[in-house]
């Protein structure tokens, strides 16, 4: 398992921004693509967007796309998610995660089930 620290949620206007950071250690070597999750009470985990290591290849979730931005710094084993034009609807837990494999799939992953690691989460609250 690797270990995945999130940081940089918090409070912002609709419209606004916020950048969140996930710092990944620990056993990474079969880990080849972090995801962003988002989470509200009741609701299923839904997936916001994804990145592999290798190439930086992304995918975004339907209610994110052209909003948000998914980067990674391979150096600094850190990926970063920017949120732009936020929205009420974006408020929620949002989760790193890390999805493993020998082999590195052709598809980026997009499931819950896909990922094996996950970090704490970290709360963004957009007020309208």
């Not at 710094?73 to 990926?79: E, G, I, L, T």
């Not at 493993?100 to 819950?112: A, D, K, M, N, Q």
């Amino acid at each position: 398992q690797v270990q995945l620290v999130e940081s940089g949620g918090g409070l912002v206007q609709a419209g606004g921004s916020l950048r969140l950071s996930c710092a990944a250690s620990g056993r990474t070597f079969s880990n080849y693509a972090m995801g962003w999750f988002r989470q509200t009470p009741g609701k299923e985990r839904e997936f916001v967007a994804a990145i592999k290591w290798s190439g930086g290849s992304t995918k975004y979730g339907d209610s994110v796309k052209g909003r948000f931005t998914v980067s990674r710094d391979n150096a600094k084993n850190s990926v970063y998610l920017q949120m732009n034009s936020l929205k009420p609807e974006d408020t929620a837990v949002y989760y790193c995660a890390a999805a493993f494999g020998f082999l590195i799939p052709v598809t980026i992953p997009v499931s819950v089930r896909e990922y094996g690691s996950w970090g704490q989460g970290t709360q963004v609250t957009v007020s309208s």
